[in-house]
């Protein structure tokens, strides 16, 4: 290997890092002392740094990177207020990232199993899976006999996008059954990119068990009045978790869903509240209510495949390029 392809290499890792002061930091996790942000900064520019040091530098960095992939990215989406979008805006961005050749698990919590209906009917209408019987049920998942989790076998809608369904028969979860779910998804989780879990809309076991095991939290909100209060209700339940059963729950941001065009006086007006409230964790562009969503969904597509246009005229284009965003910055700043 020259030492001009081993430059290249650390060069892009750094850059992954967002800078050579991260870079560092990983560099010291592994071997226990940093080399100087100047010291890499020589490296990345030729400047006598020999290939067994430039060699050391890229094996940390590269083990990093995998250690923060290892740790699966489980994405959830809550508000305790029903209806105002959180499977769609679940299944935009799963399927988005699809898209984008990411392998993707879809996790269904929510006992009305919508995310089931509208991405796999096949499996909602499956008779196996009606009884619970079927390995890509998750009450499997939530009650496992004798000492070993039970390992799912989620549904294959394609190649890369695969779904865990439920249905009423998983309404009545206990605390314990929530360290069940999360054993059983451990044995699954590294075949996949990303997993995303769809969750009821209250504020019981089932929204805890979502908040639990999730890395990243997205919130919807509508611009009235409840489910503004629904925003306001989540985040002391976000904070009680961090405190108490997940520090590394992250909000990822709050996106505000089904404004109306042209806003009427009141959803501007809820609008300016939750950006005066909770400042840049609110999505810069809003996702606006059109018909095509709903027609979307019932064909179990993203707006964005069903609809190019409708997609970027309504929000859902740049909802979808601000969601990767953020996603990235949270890998690199951990
Ligand atoms: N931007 C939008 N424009 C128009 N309709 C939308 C939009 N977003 C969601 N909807 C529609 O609103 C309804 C509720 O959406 P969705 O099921 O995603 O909400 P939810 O928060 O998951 O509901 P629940 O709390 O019952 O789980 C659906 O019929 C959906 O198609
Ligand atoms: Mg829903």
Redesign the pocket.
Same mark, same amino acid.
């Given at each position: 290997m020259t030492s001009e392809y081993l430059r290249k290499q650390l060069n892009d890792l750094v850059e992954k890092y967002g800078g050579t002061r991260k870079a560092a930091d990983a560099i010291k996790s592994k071997f226990g002392s940093a080399p100087t942000h100047s010291a890499i900064y020589k490296a990345m520019n030729g400047a006598g740094t020999s290939d067994f040091v430039l060699s050391c530098y890229i094996k940390a960095l590269e083990e990093h990177v995998e250690g923060i992939q290892k740790m699966g990215r489980i994405i959830s989406v809550a508000?305790q207020k029903?209806?105002?979008?959180?499977? %769609?805006v679940l299944i935009n961005a799963g399927l988005y990232m699809a898209s984008l050749g990411k392998k993707i698990l879809f996790l269904d919590i929510?006992p009305?199993n919508?995310l089931v209906i509208s991405l796999s009917p096949e499996l909602a209408n499956d008779p196996e899976f009606k009884k619970g019987s079927h390995p890509a049920h998750n009450i499997n998942m939530f009650e496992w006999d004798g000492d070993s989790p039970f390992t799912p076998i989620p549904y294959e809608i394609s190649e890369n996008i695969h779904i865990i369904g439920t249905s009423k028969l998983s309404g009545n979860v206990t605390q314990n059954s929530i360290y069940n779910l999360a054993d059983s998804l451990d044995l699954i989780k590294e075949q996949y990119d990303y997993i995303f879990i769809d969750s =009821? =809309?209250s504020a019981g076991t089932l929204q805890h068990a979502a908040l639990s095991i999730a890395d990243a939290l997205i919130i919807?909100s509508q611009p009235q009045k409840l489910s503004v209060k629904g925003v306001d209700d989540l985040m002391s339940t976000v904070r009680q978790v961090q405190r108490r059963m997940n520090p590394d729950l992250r909000i990822l941001g709050i996106v505000i869903?089904?404004v109306k065009r042209p806003s009427s006086k009141t959803q501007a007006i809820h609008v300016e509240l939750l950006k005066e409230k909770y400042g840049e964790l609110v999505f810069s562009e809003n996702?606006?209510?059109?018909?095509r969503? %709903?027609e979307s969904?019932a064909e179990g597509k993203s707006l964005i495949e069903y609809s190019p246009k409708h997609a970027k005229d309504?929000g859902f284009f740049s909802f979808t390029d601000e969601f990767v965003s953020r996603l990235e910055k949270e890998v690199k700043h951990g």
């Open positions: 508000n029903g209806g105002v979008g959180k499977t %769609t929510d009305q919508n =009821p =809309p919807v869903n089904q996702l606006y209510d059109t018909v969503v %709903t969904m309504f």
